[in-house]
C-alpha cells in the first residue's frame, strides 16, 4: 500500500507561481511511477506531468513550459513546480502513483491517489 499527501495549494494571481508536494509514504515507493493530475468540477481528471522510476518526465502539451515535476527520493516528496499560472489552471491538484517502471497519462492506470490539494489562479 501507498499512502499520498498533498500539500502547498492555494489562491494566486495570473503569472504567479506555486510548488505543490506530495509526501509518500508505503511499501516500494522507489517501484512506482508517479505524477500529477488536475480536475476540474464535472470534467474528467486530466494527466499533466509525470515521472518515472528511472527519472524520467513527461508533460502534457498545455503546461511543459511552464510546470516541473521533481523527485527528492531520499525523502519521498514529489513537487510540482508552476510557474506563471493562468486561470485555466485552476483545478483540484492530485498526486498519484502506480505500480509499473511508466508512467501514463491515462488516471485509470494509478492505483493510490491523495487527496488532492485546490490551486485557484485569478486573472
Known amino acids: 500500500q501507498v499512502q499520498l499527501a498533498e500539500s502547498g495549494g492555494g489562491s494566486v494571481q495570473a503569472g504567479g507561481s506555486l510548488r505543490l508536494s506530495c509526501a509518500a509514504s508505503?511499501?516500494?515507493?522507489?517501484?512506482?511511477?508517479m505524477g500529477w493530475f488536475r480536475q476540474v468540477t464535472g470534467e474528467e481528471r486530466e494527466g499533466i506531468a509525470f515521472?518515472?522510476?528511472?527519472?524520467?518526465?513527461d508533460y502534457a502539451d498545455d503546461i511543459k513550459d511552464r510546470f516541473t515535476v521533481s523527485l527528492d527520493n531520499a525523502r519521498n516528496i514529489l513537487y510540482l513546480q508552476m510557474n506563471n499560472l493562468k486561470p485555466e489552471d485552476t483545478a483540484m491538484y492530485y498526486c498519484?502513483?502506480?505500480?509499473?517502471?511508466?508512467?501514463?497519462?491515462?488516471?485509470?492506470?494509478?492505483?493510490?491517489w491523495g487527496q488532492g490539494t485546490q490551486v485557484t489562479v485569478a486573472s
Open positions: 508505503g511499501d516500494d515507493i522507489y517501484r512506482r511511477s
Open positions: 498519484a502513483a502506480r505500480s509499473a517502471t511508466y508512467s501514463s497519462f491515462d488516471f485509470r492506470l494509478f492505483n493510490f
Open positions: 515521472i518515472n522510476i528511472y527519472g524520467a518526465t
